[in-house]
């Protein structure tokens, strides 16, 4: 491996799984492959190369930031123009910077570093027809000459192609990221009112690391008004507070006070910050296998409130009496794992048995019977807690571990026999910590 300078397009269509939609499997094939085989005749005439291949799209690498960006300009205006790319919009993403690159065969290099992520990003939220841009010593000391229809027909000048956009936080970053749009269209007024940016908006939260994700705890919950507030530690380490609404939590599953939770916060009404995306801690959801490794092990993603997808890692154990299948329907339990890990799938069962399914969406558990849970709370000093099963609160004591030194924490998935507790509760018997597995290769994203 050795350390070089690139630039990277993160060139996706616009709204694919839409479009996929309207077509059938062989029809989606052979335009997928036409617009490959389009775009990568304009790469590699501008010396680029084709690096990865995404489900909407792809990664390519240049030399040069002047390059990357020209040839960006050059794919719009060929898929614009063109009689059977019409109705497909691209979004392009583009960023430079020194990356690891990794020779995987004679002909072929992978690339790793954060201007890929950074490029990957940008493409995410680029809108159709729109090229975001963040360069790192642009404008100031460094000079892009690109030049498209439009702008020589207008005789623009070369600064005039770069917008500035609302700055952006990326991971690994401790300040904001500039993001330029690349000014290419005919009409200004038609481009500035149809934003280029997905999701960027201007607002006091993008100085504050608005879509990082936390982890925190139901402070309070007014179930029949339908709102509450999360207690959290900010990423400096302060304790915060921030309001949530039922809505935005994922497939709407039950929610209550001391419940653990993950979130993002992003601005609500008034522009006043409120948490997004919260998935709650041993609730269970349904989702589709997005991914499998050889061992067994995968991706789960479920979709959310905003068109975006979270990820939930599939430990091996979960798929071993399953063998499901990419794109395979599944209920399971949410899970906390390592960092490494993430979000992690528990109990993951088949949704498309009707058995499983009823099951699923019952919260009665026999008494006797082995299950296990996600501890969403535990008190150490008073040697009590609670685990949520299904859709039931369990409850958990220190007298009932199999082995009491080995006291679990919030996340933490048990096994335990079901009895009766009071009030036609539950409560844990026999409860055994289950361990941590961390599997390399896997990359969870929120």
Not at 279 to 291: A, I, K, P
């Amino acid at each position: 491996m050795k350390t070089v300078g690139k630039t990277f397009l993160r060139i996706r269509i616009f709204h694919a799984e839409a479009i996929k939609k309207r077509h059938s499997g062989s029809e989606w094939a052979d335009v997928f492959t036409q617009f490959h085989t389009l775009t990568a005749e304009i790469v590699a005439q501008s010396g680029g190369s084709i690096v990865r291949l995404y489900p909407d799209g792809l990664l390519a690498a240049f030399d040069t930031v002047e390059n990357g960006t020209q040839v960006a300009i050059t794919i719009q205006e060929t898929f614009q123009e063109g009689q059977k790319f019409q109705h497909m919009p691209l979004a392009i993403g583009i960023a430079s910077g020194q990356v690891l690159e990794l020779p995987m065969n004679p002909h072929h290099h992978d690339y790793f570093g954060s201007c890929v992520e950074i490029a990957e990003e940008l493409g995410q939220k680029a809108r159709g027809y729109a090229i975001l841009m963040n360069h790192p010593i642009f404008p100031t000391h460094d000079d892009i000459h690109v030049q498209s229809k439009a702008g020589s027909k207008e005789n623009r000048p070369p600064h005039e192609y770069f917008v500035e956009q609302p700055i952006f936080r990326h991971a690994g970053y401790s300040k904001p990221l500039s993001c330029y749009a690349i000014f290419w269209q005919t009409e200004p007024a038609h481009y500035l009112t149809h934003s280029p940016v997905e999701d960027l908006r201007v607002h006091p939260l993008a100085e504050s690391q608005c879509e990082k994700t936390y982890f925190g705890k139901v402070s309070a919950f007014k179930k029949e008004r339908g709102f509450g507030f999360i207690q959290y530690y900010s990423e400096d380490d302060v304790y915060r507070e921030v309001y949530f609404h039922m809505t935005y939590v994922i497939a709407q599953a039950p929610i209550a006070e001391h419940d653990h939770v993950q979130f993002v916060v992003r601005p609500g009404k008034e522009e006043r910050p409120q948490a997004c995306s919260i998935v709650v801690m041993g609730s269970r959801l349904r989702g589709h296998v997005v991914s499998l490794q050889a061992d067994g092990a995968g991706v789960i993603g479920v979709s959310v409130h905003d068109g975006d997808s979270i990820d939930f890692f599939m430990m091996p154990r979960e798929n071993r009496d399953h063998h499901f299948r990419i794109q395979d329907p599944v209920y399971f339990t949410v899970g906390s794992g390592s960092d490494l890990e993430g979000l992690v799938a528990l109990d993951v069962e088949s949704a498309t048995d009707p058995a499983s399914a009823e099951d699923a969406d019952s919260a009665e558990l026999p008494i006797g019977s082995i299950q296990q849970a996600v501890i969403s709370v535990y008190f150490s000093e008073k040697g009590y807690g609670f685990a949520k099963c299904r859709r039931s609160n369990i409850y958990v004591h220190v007298s009932e571990l199999a082995d009491p030194k080995q006291e679990p924490s919030p996340g933490d998935l048990i096994e335990f026999r079901v009895s009766p507790g009071r009030d036609s509760t539950y409560r844990a018997n026999d409860i055994r910590v289950m361990p941590r597995n961390t599997f390399p290769g896997h990359h969870p994203t929120t």
